[in-house]
């Protein structure tokens, strides 16, 4: 058997490349482009668009192959609400869809699918489950919510597919929306922060996101949902706070009303000068701890980096590529994403 990773130079997907070729698999990566990773000598590489359904189709799927869909549209960079469908969804779902019909064709049923925490929507009870009730607030949610539908349809006939739903997954070489946090903290700015600051915020490490990936392989592919987070997220002001000390700034938080901020934030997505996205600020108060001891009941995953060490890393890694523009994320030493 081989294991096919669509999406596999994106962010999560070249970890779980990396990890399973070191350990002797071997691996196939589909991807719309080639990079420079070191592993590639070991890994085999096919030019894939995922929305294509011809060229997924060609890929040399076996029926004992493991298949692993990273293949993703995220919410960086920024898109004003009229690009919104248009941009999250071919990728995110009809990618999806011609992956999984391309394996039912070859006979493969074994899948690993990356959606979201963006589907739960607003906390409705916290920490949340998999159970949690389902209302996205975007289109970015929304994309990924309908394909996990497709997958419980597939599921019907005769898949199995683990569905991860990790939190902000942080790690070297993807800042997205930190860089405008890490800026204010370089230019010794205020740091407002949408509500008092009180509520918790959870990231899960990109190496975290593929070790479950990996696990959900050596599970033989549960047909479940599993939320990927850290363990005991801290409160934004606890994180923040930390990352000033870190960065020896002298940077101010400064707590806001959540409630005139979200307004404002809706206005300037309303005239298409979005700040943050719908599905970033509506929530950015809330209490939105994803609960992971299914993952660890099921599967054996535990998150092996915290929310400090992880926003640390990344911020070092700013620093460091603004030191040397030239210098790859690959190349960056991060001790802990």
């Not at 668009?49 to 920024?78: H, R």
């Not at 493969?108 to 009870?125: E, N």
């Not at 922060?193 to 975290?208: E, T």
């Not at 404002?264 to 700040?275: C, E, V, W, Y």
């Amino acid at each position: 058997m081989k294991h096919i990773i669509f999406g596999g130079n994106g962010f999560v997907g070249h970890h779980l490349a990396s990890e399973l070729s070191a350990q002797g698999e071997e691996v196939l990566v589909a991807d719309i482009e080639h990079t420079d990773y070191p592993h590639y000598c070991n890994v085999g590489f096919m030019k894939v668009d995922v929305t294509d359904a011809t060229q997924v189709a060609g890929v040399p799927i076996g029926a004992d192959d493991a298949v692993y869909n990273m293949a993703a549209k995220m919410l960086a960079p920024l898109q004003v609400r009229a690009k919104r469908h248009d941009f999250f969804w071919p990728v995110n779902y009809h990618g999806a869809g011609n992956i999984m019909t391309a394996m039912d064709k070859a006979g493969a049923s074994r899948l690993v699918q990356f959606t979201t925490d963006m589907i739960y929507g607003h906390t409705v009870v916290s920490p949340q489950t998999e159970d949690h009730p389902q209302a996205p607030l975007g289109e970015y949610g929304k994309s990924k919510l309908a394909t996990e539908k497709l997958c419980e349809e597939w599921r019907t006939r005769g898949m199995n597919i683990s569905i991860f739903r990790p939190r902000l997954i942080i790690g070297p070489g993807r800042l997205g929306i930190l860089e405008k946090l890490f800026k204010l903290v370089d230019l010794n700015l205020p740091v407002p922060m949408i509500g008092s600051g009180k509520a918790p915020y959870q990231f899960i490490s990109v190496y975290d996101c593929a070790e479950a990936a990996r696990l959900a392989w050596v599970k033989d592919f549960p047909n479940s949902e599993y939320n990927l987070g850290s363990n005991s997220p801290p409160s934004v002001r606890e994180l923040l706070g930390s990352l000033i000390r870190h960065a020896g700034s002298k940077s101010i938080l400064i707590p806001t009303p959540g409630f005139a901020v979200k307004k404002t934030l809706a206005f300037l997505d309303l005239i298409n000068k979005p700040l943050m996205d719908p599905e970033q600020y509506l929530i950015a108060d809330e209490m939105c701890v994803r609960e992971t001891g299914r993952a660890f009941d099921e599967l054996g995953f535990k998150p092996q980096y915290n929310d400090i060490d992880m926003l640390m890393a990344a911020y070092d890694e700013y620093r460091a590529k603004k030191a040397d523009p030239g210098k790859s994320a690959a190349t960056v030493a991060v001790p802990a994403e």
